[in-house]
């Protein structure tokens, strides 16, 4: 490697075509594993595990897994770990489990199903996370104790918290408005979804052109316009084939039916309703984009990477890195707020359960989807990704019939291959970090 | 030493610092005027480093004063130093390894379009002062991981001097370059020199001291030796300084 390496456009007919797309490897890695798993399971399972019900299963059961993943790419960039999140997911979820069936009614005496008890159980339930977080970042940054063993001590103490909010018992979510994070119970309908499908294909297209148009207006190369089209087809065209598969899966006519009775009027002859996207996808698209722009686009994410790729620099160039850690976590416990809220919907209850285990497939989503827990490199598409990787395989196995250990025995091994493929394809490449 | 009745950038008064029982830097004064270079000598561990890095911000002194345009100043970290327009080269170079030359080049001070940091502005602003500094430097969408040690110093180098700072610290700014590099960095801080900053050079080379220099402090064992000026020495008495830790007979009165 020579400066004189890549003069622009000097050598560009000798490009590969993943160079001249401007690809990223463990992307399109991570991408031909996912497609591979789907097309194994969908031969497997004679087409089932392609139909519109079970994708829609797949992404709703993704969700919240993939949203703390999301915070857990910022925790390990920054060189930390947080052994917490499933316990602080617990916490959070019994805090706004007691909210809404009988802290907040029996305290302001409002009735079941006011909006205001959905708005403040909410804006509780992630201020109850911002605070865990918080408090987690403060011991990290200001008192020096490693983050390993502050989140580990967090593990027990915000589960059996948990356990002594709700006095060991299961609470029902009583309000109904609450149920609409949960999945089924709240889709936008195949109208709305199109329209949304649209609407993000023209995001993504005129963000793709403003990118190009800043570089060419700054004098560099940019890849040729054929590439960028053909990027922009790709995007599209998953965008809009996502939304139309979500689209294509019918309510249920009995549902449908309770739906109608419940407004006091009967199903019309033949109708049929799509579920389309459900609330907590979008939810989770919205903080993986949200997250992209923090880690790319501000000085906060900048400052993460930084602290990462170098402490030392970091400190030195004058970045308050005590601070950054408190913000990190906080960060880190308010996902875990959301991804509350959208697992007890799920579950339409709290049980003291609820999130166990969880902090260990949040990180393998995280490293899965190439976060180094050496520091500095990682990306929120990955993790997402990898989140997904590993809901898609354990669903697959679950409809071919391998038993519950066995599926955990296979998830492991594919985290364990993931780093290790990664580790061999860095030592290819000569990259060191 | 007020020449001229000029008021020096730097003083710093009776510093001392220790880590554990080691006493680092021991009662040391040391100053700068607008257009000198002092040199700091002295072998591995006299406290070199140690010492820039109180005046920049790093480590907090034990003891001393620190004046800056004859003001007593409080510098408590690195934000401190850099509002005091002081800029430092540091021996370990304090890049982010995983981030571009642009990225490190404004690290802690990137510049901000609409609340979102202007990579495209940071990197057009690196490409001009690369241009001035290390005009073969090319790899500007890489981690700096990537680059050779010379090109990672050219990038140190092009972030101590982009902020326009009024005082510089460079120590061992040639440490990982070629002597056409060196001879590149000779001419920067001749022109830095002349454009009034003030700059503090870590250097082991003699003979580079006796030519860039104006005048010299020599550290042994974190005490410093003496401060000689440079035209009033010859090679050998600096050596004998910071071997034998005093200062030449002629000069000792
Ligand atoms: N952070 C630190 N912790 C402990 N000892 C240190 C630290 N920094 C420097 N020292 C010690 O202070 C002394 C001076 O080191 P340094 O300033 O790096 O010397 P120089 O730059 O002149 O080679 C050495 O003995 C070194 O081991
Ligand atoms: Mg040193």
Redesign the interface.
């Given at each position: 490697?020579t400066?004189?390496?890549?003069?622009p456009g000097h050598s560009a007919t000798k490009r590969s075509l993943i160079d001249v797309l401007e690809l990223d490897i463990r992307l399109l890695g991570m991408l031909v594993a996912f497609f591979a798993i789907a097309v194994i399971f969908t031969i497997w399972t004679g087409g089932t595990f392609l139909i519109p019900r079970n994708i829609f299963n797949i992404t709703v059961q993704t969700v919240p897994v993939a949203i703390m993943a999301c915070g857990m790419v910022f925790v390990i960039v920054s060189r930390h770990i947080d052994l917490s999140v499933g316990s602080m997911l617990a916490m959070c979820s019994a805090v706004m489990a007691m909210m809404q069936a009988y802290w907040l009614p029996s305290l302001l005496g409002l009735e079941y199903g006011n909006p205001l008890i959905l708005i403040l159980t909410i804006l509780i339930g992630l201020g109850a996370g911002t605070l865990m977080g918080a408090a987690t970042g403060w011991l990290v940054g200001y008192q020096g104790i490693p983050s390993f063993i502050v989140t580990l001590g967090g593990l027990f103490i915000w589960r059996n918290v948990n356990w002594f909010t709700t006095n060991g018992q299961s609470v029902s979510l009583t309000d109904p408005n609450l149920l609409m994070f949960g999945g089924t119970e709240g889709v936008l309908g195949a109208p709305v979804s199109y329209a949304l499908g649209v609407a993000a294909s023209v995001v993504a297209v005129l963000v793709i052109l403003a990118a190009r148009k800043?570089?060419v207006?700054?004098?560099?190369t940019v890849k040729p316009m054929w590439a960028e089209t053909a990027m922009m087809a790709v995007i599209v065209a998953a965008i809009m084939m996502f939304v139309t598969w979500l689209s294509r899966y019918p309510i249920p006519p009995s549902k449908l039916r309770r739906m109608f009775e419940a407004r006091g009027e009967t199903v019309p002859e033949g109708y049929t309703a799509m579920h389309g996207l459900p609330i907590s996808v979008l939810i989770l698209i919205l903080v993986a984009v949200v997250m992209t722009?923090v880690a790319r686009?501000?000085?906060f994410g900048?400052?993460i990477?930084?602290a990462?790729?170098?402490p030392?620099?970091?400190?030195?160039?004058?970045?308050?890195t005590r601070l950054l850690n408190v913000k990190i976590f906080a960060l880190m416990g308010f996902l875990c707020g959301l991804a509350a809220l959208i697992a007890q919907a799920r579950l339409q209850s709290h049980g003291n359960d609820i999130g166990m285990l969880e902090e260990l497939r949040v990180i393998a989503a995280a490293v899965i989807g190439g976060t180094a827990l050496s520091g500095?490199?990682g990306t929120i598409y990955g993790a997402v990704l990898g989140a997904l990787i590993m809901q898609s395989l354990q669903s697959g196995m679950a409809m071919v019939g391998v038993d519950t250990p066995f599926q955990n025995i296979i998830v492991g091994l594919v985290l364990i291959i993931a780093v290790w493929v990664d580790i061999i394809y860095r030592k290819r490449m000569g990259i060191?970090? | 030493m007020n020449r001229n009745g000029q008021t020096p950038l730097v003083e710093m008064k009776d510093v001392s610092i220790s880590f554990g029982g080691i006493k680092a830097v021991d009662h040391v004064s040391i100053d700068l005027y607008p257009g000198e270079v002092v040199g700091l000598l002295g072998h591995n561990g006299a406290g070199k480093s140690t010492l820039i890095k109180i005046l920049?911000g790093?480590y907090q002194m034990d003891a001393g004063e620190i004046r800056i345009n004859g003001k007593k100043a409080t510098i408590e970290?690195?934000?401190d130093a850099?509002a005091h327009n002081i800029e430092?080269i540091?021996q370990?170079?304090?890049?982010?390894?995983?981030?571009d030359a642009a990225?490190?080049l404004f690290?802690?001070?990137?510049l901000?379009k609409n609340?979102?940091?202007d990579?495209?502005?940071m990197?057009?602003e690196t490409r001009k002062i690369m241009g001035r500094l290390n005009p073969?430097?090319?790899?500007f969408n890489v981690?700096v991981?990537?680059l050779s040690g010379g090109?990672r110093q050219s990038v140190a180098i092009a972030r101590a001097v982009y902020f326009n700072a009024r005082i510089l610290i460079m120590d061992e700014p040639t440490a990982a370059l070629g002597p056409h590099e060196t001879q590149m960095v000779a001419e920067l801080i001749s022109e830095l020199k002349a454009q009034g900053l003030g700059i503090f050079l870590i250097e082991h080379d003699i003979h580079n001291v006796m030519k860039l220099c104006d005048r010299a402090s020599v550290m042994k064992n974190g005490e410093l030796v003496g401060t000689v000026n440079v035209d009033e020495v010859t090679d050998d008495d600096i050596l004998g300084m910071i071997i034998l830790g005093k200062k030449p007979a002629h000069l000792a009165a």
């Open positions: 490697m400066d004189t390496a890549q003069a800043n570089k207006g700054h004098g560099f722009v686009k501000t000085r900048r400052y990477f930084a990462g790729g170098n030392d620099a970091a400190e030195l160039s004058g970045i308050n500095g490199v060191t970090k | 920049s790093a970290n690195p934000r850099r430092t540091y370990t170079l304090a890049l982010a390894d995983n981030l990225s490190n690290l802690g001070r990137e901000v609340g979102l940091v990579d495209a502005k990197e057009a073969n430097f090319k790899k981690p991981s990537a090109q």
